[in-house]
Each structure stands twice: as C-alpha cells, then as structure tokens.
C-alpha cells in the first residue's frame, strides 16, 4: 500500500468503529512551553484536565508534530539512521472516559493483524511492570487482554508478552497530571524474525516500536501521590512513516532480508527523485555503522535523508505559520533548514534547490492537509529568502573556519567546532570533512562536551510542568452580556465572596460583564448590593468557568446568595466593541494586501486602542499601510451587518479563520461582516460596521524576528487624532504662508536650504580652524629643551573641534606638545598631543590631561600620544 492508502485506511477503520474523524491541529501549539506540537495528544489536553467537555467520546486522526528543540529533540539524529525525523505523523486513537484497555487493545491488534496483515509471529507487547519505589502496580488487566489474544492466535504468552518499566511503560503528561501505564506494539524485523523478543526496547534498529497505547487512569498530585481518575481515557500514538516505511522495505512483509527503513516509502522517495534530477549523485539507501567514519556513499545517502526530512519539517511549519527567526522555535526551524542547506551545498545542488523541493511536498501532502496548497506561495518565499540569506552566512562561516585552523596546529578545538556549529549552521561531520581536507582533526569529545553544555542550559531553563485535573463543583457562570442593549440593570445572585486587604472579588450566577479573554479586556461598571453601589474595575474567568468581578472598594457585611443589580459602562463597552470588530477588518485588509499566510499572532482591546500583531515575511511598505488603513475604512463605509452565530464545530465554513492559542469546544461561535470577513472569536462587536466610524493607524513595529504589531484607533479618539493632526498641518501651513497641497514642497525647500546652510557654516568653521591651527604652529613657543610647546586656551570650541585643532598644530611643527584648553559655557576641555620624540624626551600626553583636570575636579586619560579631558566651568 502507498501512504495514501494506509493513513486512510486508519481513519476508515476507527469511523467504523465509532470514532469521530477529526483534522490535525496546527503544528504551533496552544501550550506555552512547548514548542511545536509533538504528539497526537496536544490538542487534547484540556478534554483530559477536564477544563472542557469533549467533542466526542471517540475520535481518531492524524497529527502534524515536529520534535526539534527541548525535551523531544530528534534534530541531531536525523540522517544518521533510518527511522528519526524532525517532521513526523502521528495516527492516533482516543476515547475520553468510553472505552479502556480491552478495546483499546482488541482495536489495534484488528488492524495490525487482520487488516494491514503484519506477521502475527513478529509482533510482540509490552505491559508495566514497576520497580521498587515506581508508581503503581503491575498492570495485570492489560497482561490479561493481551494473554487471551496470543493464546487464540496459538503463540505464546510468555514469549510475546514482554514486562517493561516506568522508563518504557509508564507515561505522564507532565510531572504532575493525568497519567498512566501503557503498552507497546513491537515489531522483529531481522531476516528469520525469530529473536523472541530479546531486542524489544534495546534501540536496535531490527525491532522497532509501531503502536503506544497509553492507559490514562491516574492523576499525579504535587506531593507525589497518584489518584485514581474519575473517568478512564484512552490516547494511542502509531508512527506513519514507520508503517509505511516497513510496508515498502519488506514489500508488503515478503522480504525481511535488508535492514527496515522509513525513508524507503513514497513519502521520500519522491523527494530523492527530486534531488537527484538536481545533481549528479544517487540515493542508495546505505546506513553508516559509525557516525565519525562514514564512507563516501554513506556520507551521500545521510545527505539525501537529512534534506528529506528537514525539507519536510520547513514546508509544514511555514504552511502553519511559523517562520524561521532568530529566536524560540523560528531559531529551532533556522537551523534545520540551513543544516539541510549546507548538506545541499554537499551534494553540489544548485542555489535555490530547497525551496523547489518544497512543491514535491506540497504535491505530496497538500491533498491530506489543505493548508499546504493554501500557503504554497508564502512556503517558496520564505525558503528563498532564507537561503539567499544563508548564503552569505556560510561565506562569514569559512572565513571563521580557516581563522580557527590558522590558529590550531593538528586540531580543531571542541569550542570553535560548536562556534561553527551554533553561529554559522555547519554541522559537525561538515567540519570534519572540510578539516580532513587541510589535513586536520577535530576534538569531537570537546564539541559534545560544549553540546552538553548547552542542553544542560535548555533544562535548567525548562520550569517544572505542574498540571492540575479540574473537579470544583462551583456552577459556572451565565454570560448575559453580548446584546448591548440588554447590559445594565441584571438582576443577580452573589454565589462567591473573597475579600482582599482593599478590594472585594464576587461571583453571581450570571452577569452582563464581558471576562477578559481572546485579547478583549474585561468589562467596568457597577453593582448594586442593596442601596449601596460598588465599581467593577476587572472581571476574569477562571478556568471553572466562574466571571470573578473585581470591585474596586473592600466591601463588608454581605453574604451568599444575597441579590444584586449588575450594570456594565455602556460608553466603555461601545468603544471596546469598535476596537475588536476593527481588528477583524484590519486581519481581512492585511490578507488582501500582503496575503492569505498572514496570521494573527497576538492581540489586544481595550476603549482607546486596539493592538493586532501577526506574522509576516518582510516588512510592510508605507504604501501597502496605507493601502490595509483605506481597505478598513472602506469595509466601515460599507456598512456591512455583522452575523454572530453559533454551531458545531464540524460545520464551521470552509473560509472561517481560526486564532492559533485560542482553545474551541464542541460549540463554537461565529462572527461574520458583510461577505468579506468570518472569524471564530468569542468577543462583544457592533451590529453594523459604521459603528466602527473611523479607522487610523497610529503606529507599526517589530515586536520579535517575523512579527510586526500594528495599534490603531476607532470612533472618537481617530475623530480627535484627525482633527490634532489637522491643527498642525494649519500651523505649519501659516508659517510657510501656503496651502495644506503646497506644505510638503515648501518643507522640503526649507529642510534644503537649511542643508545648503549648515554645509556652509560648516567650510566656513573648518577654514577657521584650519588658519588658527597655521597661526598657532607659526606663533612663538617655549622651547624646553628640543622640545616645542605650544599651550593655549580657545575658548567656545566643543571637544571634537579642540581635539581636531590639536592634532592639526602638532602636525605642522612635526615634533612638539600641543596643550589646549577651551571654555564653554559649562565645561572646560582639555586636550593633549605629543609627537613620539617628545614622548621620547618624557612628555606624556595622558599625564599632562590628568593634571589639568584633577586639580580642577574633572577626569581625563588616553595614551601617551593623545588624551582628552574635562571638567565643570562653574564661571
């Protein structure tokens, strides 16, 4: 089978059996301290913390995930073997307190075995078996499961049930958190397929791991203990590329004879074909037995299957909106594509090869994920960009190299290795081969020594994951407020009272006031508690769903379930809601203007601005801000009707554009202007985009490598920084005496003038310094000894022209010290210059600067050639 037809048979397979066929989440994740998305589960997690209610109780999929960078790092393996990628698809089953072990089970030995038709004998199950002071207890129900299988297919239990650990089978979400036991589908892929199960967790490369069945019964608490879960959960991983990878080696398991290897599937043969069109070198699929000694061939084919892969991780990543860049995970993405440039570089591939080879992926993938196709442009540019980048990176990179072999005898230190490695892309088997040729070594142990270094760095860096199962019982609130004319005047329950040092916290069964969320900032208002009237400055939501109102004072003597009147500022809410629908308008003009692969990054509203960031290749030009600026104020002009609605979120419109770290539940909410702009988004908006009324940016600017922030106004406070600017324009125009159409032409004649003036006055100065200098070496000095001084005070002259004056003297009288002090109206400088007969004689210009000034109270110092100095001139 291609790869087509087993990842759609996989999710035919488990619709059959019931479960909800769901599309894979965006590699950038919603978690904050993980990089990319790197398992099936991410998307997931709030259904097994409990924080929101699961779409279905069975889905299955297939996940986009990208392990580079942190705790799952595959980067430095890839190439190497057969079976690493940076860029991988994770098929996966899930059941969300349905069914557990037994048909978690039954489930993935089906497929395997009686629909892929994997050799039973060659399939081998692990189950937990704890060590001393390890969590939990053996896992006797799974043992049983699995028993009961092997013995109806007549193969022995004993053999084919193999006992591992909490290192191999025990899974947590993080150190505190939903976890649980788990097994493992192994494969024995060497010729005879006869090893019984010796080498199943030993990292050889004939046996390798095909499915992770993760039983999620227990909940890690912070004090070490492990609970028992209220509902049982089900999360499975089976690696694609691996499936496909055995299918193609073995020829659909009628040939075992060569070692099993991912890269011989469709997924990359293609992409060797590809490259190989491309230069004059074959991928043969040879595996080096040592990574320090490779042959010619093996060193080609590590090539070949690291630019496969990498070209892989940069096509997905771009298509989801993450870039390369500097820092985070744009710095992880940076170094793998130049890791695969420089390998290209190798093979003799010409500039430009990568970003071609991006169009074999996309042809590859782009019908499974649509969003390839979609960001196709956007995937091309910023790969050539990127390379053409590189290019002049790599040719800083090999002067700095023969710098370090210039200074290093026979070998090249570990730390300039990883200088190479870490500033300039060249991975270390680079250096090598370049050293080799030059006939020099390189202090390998030194470089995975500084490689140490650093990763003991990321996980001093890395802070403990403290996870925590939501079970508060407290009824989550009402929202009552997106109508705005329903917002005051809400009759309430008062349900939670917590009273600070000054300021009261309130919950009520329901209320009109927004909770700040997806960058919309919480309502203000007030609330009457009998005839008495508080302010609500801030109201949150907690992750039980409950709005916790900040009240301004300390309120005393009220208590639980006491009635009160709810009113949100309804001028503060209309300016919020103008400042959130803009920011839909500005993400639809910058779509239109700069192009579909921009994303909103980040954003913020408040009742004076709005702020909106996003991802962007270059720049924005003044023209094209000007351009996104008269689209708002177009789409406002319109008067186009908003349409707010909810539905499921299956039949969300194919062209609605979903927020990447905003978190949907089964129900999601629509909003949508005119025929032009549809969103997910659970924010208050006006009725109709006049609301809006006006629209002006006010300022742009990079906030991080490959993100820009645009902040802007609407309504009255665009009205007023209109009018503000048009007061000035009105100034300027009186003083010019000309109209608002001639004011830039007038300026411009004036700043000219003004140029032509200042380069004037700045001959004229220089003319004078230039005779002063001529007059003063002329003039009589104090021969002391052989010597000639020359000491004067010229007053009014700034530290620059003093020192230039100086410097001048000494240069017409050849041999000599020139001293020169002049006077402002708040400093006196001090400036010495000795030839080097003079310094010969004893004159030292650093001394002489030093003793003016410390007498004075001031400070100075240089050489003994020239120094400068100063002090206070208090008159």
């Known amino acids: 089978m291609y790869s087509n037809e087993v990842r759609q048979s996989f999710l035919d397979f488990f619709s059959s059996h019931g479960h909800r066929i769901v599309k894979s989440s965006s590699l950038l994740p919603d978690t904050p301290d993980l990089l990319f998305t790197n398992a099936g589960m991410n998307q997931f997690i709030p259904f097994f913390l409990g924080q929101i209610r699961p779409i279905c109780p069975r889905v299955a999929d297939t996940q986009k995930c990208i392990r580079a960078g942190g705790k799952h790092n595959d980067l430095e393996d890839v190439g190497f073997d057969t079976y690493h990628h940076t860029f991988f698809e994770m098929l996966g089953n899930w059941s969300f307190g349905d069914y557990f072990k037994k048909e978690a089970i039954e489930m993935a030995w089906e497929l395997l075995a009686k629909v892929w038709n994997f050799p039973k004998n060659r399939l081998y199950a692990t189950v937990y078996s704890p060590n001393p002071g390890e969590p939990s207890v053996f896992d006797e129900e799974a043992y049983g499961i699995w028993k009961e299988i092997f013995l109806k297919e007549n193969m022995d239990p004993r053999v084919h049930i193999i006992e591992g650990s909490r290192a191999d089978n025990f899974w947590m979400m993080g150190d505190t958190g939903p976890c649980g036991p788990c097994s493992e589908i192994h494969m024995d892929l060497t010729p005879k397929g006869d090893t019984n199960g010796s080498l199943v967790n030993t990292s050889n490369p004939w046996c390798i791991e095909l499915w992770n069945l993760v039983f999620i019964q227990f909940n890690a608490t912070v004090n070490g203990t492990f609970e028992n879960l209220k509902d049982k959960h ?23 004879s060569q070692l099993p290897s991912n890269y011989d599937s469709d997924l990359f043969t293609d992409i060797f074909t590809e490259a190989e069109k491309m230069c004059d070198q074959k991928y043969h699929g040879t595996v080096p037995s040592s990574r320090t000694s490779m042959s010619s061939d093996e060193r080609i084919d590590f090539w070949f299957r690291a630019i496969a892969d990498h070209i892989r991780t940069l096509t997905f990543a771009i298509a989801d909106g993450i870039f390369p860049s500097n820092e985070g995970r744009g710095y992880v993405l940076r170094r793998i594509l130049r890791r695969a440039v420089m390998f290209g570089k190798l093979l003799k591939l010409p500039h430009g090869f990568f970003s071609k080879l991006s169009s074999v992926v996309i042809n590859k993938m782009g019908t499974i994920f649509g969003e390839l196709i979609e960001q196709k442009l956007t995937v091309e540019t910023v790969l050539k960009n990127e390379e053409l980048s590189f290019s002049k990176t790599i040719d800083r990179g090999v002067t700095i190299f023969h710098e370090v072999c210039e200074r290093s005898g026979n070998q090249i230190m570990g730390h300039d290795a990883f200088l190479l490695y870490d500033t300039y892309g060249f991975p270390l088997d680079l250096t090598q081969l370049m050293a080799a040729e030059r006939g020099i070594s390189v202090d390998v142990k030194g470089f995975e020594c500084e490689m140490e270094k650093q990763r003991t760095l990321a996980r001093l860096a890395k802070k403990k994951s403290i996870i925590e199962v939501s079970n508060d019982t407290t009824p989550q609130t009402e929202f009552v407020g997106y109508d705005i004319d329903n917002i005051e005047d809400i009759r309430a329950v008062i349900l939670d009272i917590a009273n600070g040092a000054e300021k009261t916290f309130l919950i009520f069964d329901k209320t009109p006031f927004y909770a700040e969320c997806g960058g919309q900032v919480g309502d203000q208002g007030i609330v009457q508690i009998g005839s008495k009237i508080f302010h609500v400055i801030d109201v949150q939501k907690n992750k039980n769903g409950c709005y916790v109102h900040k009240i301004q004072e300390r309120i005393d003597g009220i208590s639980l379930h006491q009635k009160a009147t709810l009113s949100v500022n309804r001028s503060f809410r209309r300016n919020v809601t103008r400042n959130h629908s803009a920011t839909h308008l500005l993400h639809f003009a910058l779509r239109q203007v700069l192009g579909n692969y921009i994303k909103q990054a980040g954003s913020y509203v408040d009742d004076k601005r709005l702020r909106f960031d996003f991802n962007v290749i270059a720049t924005p030009m003044k023209q094209e801000l000007e351009k996104i600026e008269k689209i708002v104020e177009e789409k406002i002009l319109e008067c186009a009707n908003s349409n707010i609605f909810e539905t499921h979120k299956d039949h969300v419109p194919p062209d609605c554009i979903a927020n990447f770290g905003e978190k949907y ?24 985009t006049s609301e809006i009324a006006c629209f002006k940016i006010v300022s742009t600017s990079a906030i991080a490598a490959g993100i820009r922030r645009i902040e802007a106004i609407t309504g009255q406070a665009a009205f007023d920084f209109s009018r503000t600017n048009s007061a000035i324009i009105d100034q300027q125009c009186k003083v010019f005496s000309c109209q608002p159409s001639e004011l830039l032409d007038k300026t411009n004649i004036y700043i000219n003038r003004c140029k032509e003036l200042e380069k004037a006055a700045k001959v004229t100065r220089q003319t004078f310094l230039q005779n002063m200098a001529s007059e003063l070496a002329q003039s009589s000095s104090s021969p002391k000894g052989k010597i000639t001084c020359i000491e004067r005070n010229i007053n009014d002259l700034q530290s620059d022209e003093l020192r230039m004056l100086a410097l001048d003297i000494l240069n017409k009288i050849k041999d000599g010290v020139v001293t020169l002090t002049s006077y402002t109206k708040d400093r006196c400088f001090v400036v010495a210059c000795c030839s080097k007969t003079a310094i010969a004689a004893g004159f030292d210009a650093n001394r002489i600067v030093k003793e003016l000034t410390s007498k004075n109270g001031g400070s100075g110092g240089g050489r003994s050639e020239f120094a400068m100095g100063g002090y206070s001139n208090h008159g």
Not at 234 to 256: M, P, Q
Not at 680 to 686: D, E, I, M, S, Y
């Open 234 to 256: 089900i999360d499975t991983g089976i690696g694609f590329e691996r499936i496909v990878g055995i299918l193609a080696k073995t020829k659909n398991f009628s040939d075992f």
């Open 665 to 688: 539940g089964e129900i999601v909410r629509v909003v949508k202007f005119g025929d032009f702009s549809q969103e997910l988004c659970g924010g208050c908006h006006v009725n109709n």
